[in-house]
């Protein structure tokens, strides 16, 4: 019978051949997924026999991955600053470059304000604005989204964090869902970016894979911050930060300025691109 180690070798040399980036981390990942263990168990058990059940399930997952599924979508999970966000096949899986966002917001909303009321746009499996609100216990948090599909992405998150008190959940395009009547300090999103002519270019687990509504950012990838931009300042009464792709931090920028934000200013990366734009609202205005 085979062993763990010879499964995961196998696993591995599947998952290389299929141009896969990482292929030893992603078999210790679907293994420990199929059998229902961490990782460091794997090591402590590399003789354990692997039964034909177990291997007909790894199998089927691999095969998935072996398309090029992303691999939170077969796993159901992905990590984000912190959080383990459950992820929906359908959702846009979380990236690392995301992290950003949410560390230029925590660094500009003072830790003091109780509450702070925040808008997350175009929320996705809700990752951005509930990492915000996990790590800020006075945020009141909006999750916005067009997406269905998101939106209960989000909803799960929201229960499995315990976030139910501070989060509301609403349906519908850019800050539109929020009664007027209702504040909002700060909008933080990270919208579709990519320029249409791009994404068929892309990644296969992003070209094939993921959701075009939360990709396709129109013929230069700035059809959103058009509007949300100008929107964002009409409504929030501190400030926006947003996400934004390789090279479009001048045109955001300017966007900013001519909608009236003051003190802008961009975040980089851990690639030292340029990541998040954000600006503050003029007092009194």
Known sequence: ??????????????????????????????????????????????????????????????????????????????????????????????????????????????????????????????????????????????????????????????EKLGLQDRVAVRHGPFLDPIPQNRPVEWVVSNPPYIARREIDGLMPEVARWEPRLALDGGPDGLDVYRELVPRAFKRATRGLLLEIGKGQGPRVIELMHRAGFTDVATFPDLAGITRVVGGLVPEGR
Not at 26 to 42: I, P, T, Y
Not at 87 to 112: N, Q, S, Y
Not at 119 to 124: E, I, L, S
Request: glycine share 6%.
């Open 1 to 158: 019978m085979l062993t763990l180690v010879d499964v995961l070798t196998r696993t591995e040399r599947f998952l290389r051949e299929r141009g896969i980036d990482s292929p030893r981390l992603e078999a210790e990942l679907l293994l420990s997924h199929a059998l229902g263990m961490e990782r460091l168990q794997l090591y402590l058990a590399w003789d354990r026999p692997v039964a034909e059940s177990e291997r007909e399930a790894l199998r089927e997952l691999v095969a998935r991955r072996g398309k090029r599924e992303p691999l939170a979508w077969i796993t159901g999970h992905a990590g984000f600053h912190a959080l383990d966000l459950v992820v929906h096949p359908g959702v846009l899986v979380p990236r690392p470059d995301t992290e950003t966002l949410v560390d230029a917001a925590l660094k500009w909303i003072p830790a003091h304000d109780d509450p702070v009321y925040v808008a997350d746009v175009g929320c996705g499996t809700g990752a951005v604005g509930l990492a915000i609100a996990k790590a800020h216990a006075g945020v009141k948090l909006w999750a916005i989204d067009v997406s269905a599909e998101a939106l209960a992405n989000t909803r799960e998150n929201v």
